[in-house]
């Protein structure tokens, strides 16, 4: 048996309680408000965790890229949103082959005529009925329609119009709320979405177009709202794990957090432990969308201790510097690493080793490893 004390390090540690409970957390909230929960699994790139997520109650998952979909596509998943303007023929093309052969419900999104052309052209070639959300803008500035303009309802009328394509709703994500000073701030960012959603459907529905899903989603607005108005279907991701950056905005404590870097001292100085776990294993990520709050690179908490956490100051390949403050750790002993930001650290990863409340572990593969295209 594999056990915390003899796994080379770095390693990715998953503690499967806090994992389950986190997972169960998402889809109680999700019953209790009567919405639909299709977790983000850009996160855990696992087809297991997808799996688990889906026992829970998902009524599918959410993917980031064409690859990461065929990943998932072949683990079983039947009902997958591709968040992302998908525009490219080539990629379009394989990836509604791929569902079509096995039977995948698949919901694409759109901020533009090009991505409508693009996939009803291969939709209607393939014979494929597809869904196609239209994307929003809600303030984060990166993809979207305005949701002050006409280009909503003009989308969603010219999808409605194409053999194979069935309009599919809206969808949106909230990503500046990361940047949020605190908790109210970021409810505040979920209230604007969901009047702006409100807005979007209600003259998409005017214009003679039923909206079938208005789908929202990012851990911090779903974890901090208590209200979800104008609202069918959240997208968390990151809330399977949690990371520092959660609680820094007052979302969460460190015991909610599933994933550490478990790493080890192999060096030490007058000011700093050294540990082998660098940028190539943490990443140089301070949190999601440039959100600068946290100003280390994670928190290094000696293994089978309650220290409070010495900061990880500085990073290169391999090495991590951790501030000691005086006290360094012993060459040798292992520090598990709460990360700033968990999703990039499971992107640069190929497995997690998952630990059970008895101390057992087991290797679960990240099998949508690389799958950034
Ligand atoms: N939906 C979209 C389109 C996203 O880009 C993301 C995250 O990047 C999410 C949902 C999930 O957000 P989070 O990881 O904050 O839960």
């Given at each position: ?20 409970r986190n997972?169960a957390a998402a889809a109680d909230r999700a019953a209790a408000h009567?919405l639909?929960l299709?977790p983000h699994?850009?996160s ?94 809600v303030g984060l ?31 949106s994500h909230a990503g500046h709320a990361y940047s949020a000073a605190d908790r109210d701030a970021v409810v505040a960012i979920a209230r604007e979405e969901q009047t702006i959603m409100r ?15 208005t789908s929202v989603g990012s851990t911090p607005t779903v974890w901090a709202c208590d209200r979800y108005e104008n609202t069918?279907e959240i997208r968390p991701g990151n809330y399977v794990f949690m990371d520092l950056v959660q609680a820094s905005l007052g979302l969460i404590t460190k015991a909610d957090i ?29 949190g999601p969308h440039?959100s600068?709050r946290l ?45 700033n930001h968990a999703c ?30």
């Amino acid at each position: 048996m594999v056990r915390l004390d003899t796994i080379e390090t770095p390693a990715i540690l998953l503690d499967r309680t806090v994992l389950e409970r986190n997972i169960a957390a998402a889809a109680d909230r999700a019953a209790a408000h009567g919405l639909q929960l299709r977790p983000h699994v850009k996160s855990h790139k696992s087809v297991a965790i997808a799996r688990m997520q889906v026992a829970a109650g998902a009524c599918g998952i959410t993917v980031a890229k064409s690859s990461e979909a065929e990943v998932f596509i072949r683990g079983g998943i039947a009902d997958i949103t591709v968040a992302y303007p998908l525009i490219d023929p080539g990629k379009i093309t394989r990836l509604l082959m791929l569902a079509k052969e096995h039977g995948t419900r698949l919901n694409l999104i759109v901020d533009s005529a090009v991505g409508v052309d693009a996939i009803g052209t291969a939709a209607r070639d393939m014979a494929f009925e597809t869904n196609l959300m239209v994307k929003v803008d809600v303030g984060l500035h990166r993809c979207g329609v305005d949701p002050s303009g006409d280009d909503a309802v003009t989308l969603a009328r010219m999808i409605a119009n194409r053999a194979r394509l069935t309009f599919g709703g809206i969808i949106s994500h909230a990503g500046h709320a990361y940047s949020a000073a605190d908790r109210d701030a970021v409810v505040a960012i979920a209230r604007e979405e969901q009047t702006i959603m409100r807005d979007v459907a209600d003259r998409i529905a005017a214009a003679g177009m039923p909206v079938p899903c208005t789908s929202v989603g990012s851990t911090p607005t779903v974890w901090a709202c208590d209200r979800y108005e104008n609202t069918t279907e959240i997208r968390p991701g990151n809330y399977v794990f949690m990371d520092l950056v959660q609680a820094s905005l007052g979302l969460i404590t460190k015991a909610d957090i599933a994933l550490t870097v478990l790493a080890t001292a192999v060096s030490c100085n007058d000011t700093h432990a050294i540990i082998d776990a660098g940028s190539k294993v943490l990443s140089s990520d301070r949190g999601p969308h440039g959100s600068a709050r946290l100003t280390s690179y994670g928190l290094a908490v000696p293994v089978g201790t309650d220290h409070p956490g010495m900061p990880v100051v500085s990073l290169s390949e391999e090495h991590g510097f951790v501030a000691h403050g005086g006290q360094c750790p012993a060459i040798g002993d292992r520090l598990r690493i709460y990360p700033n930001h968990a999703c990039p650290v499971v992107n640069l990863a190929r497995a997690f080793q998952v630990i059970d409340e008895n101390g057992k572990c087991e290797l679960w593969p990240i099998d949508a490893h690389g799958t950034v295209f």
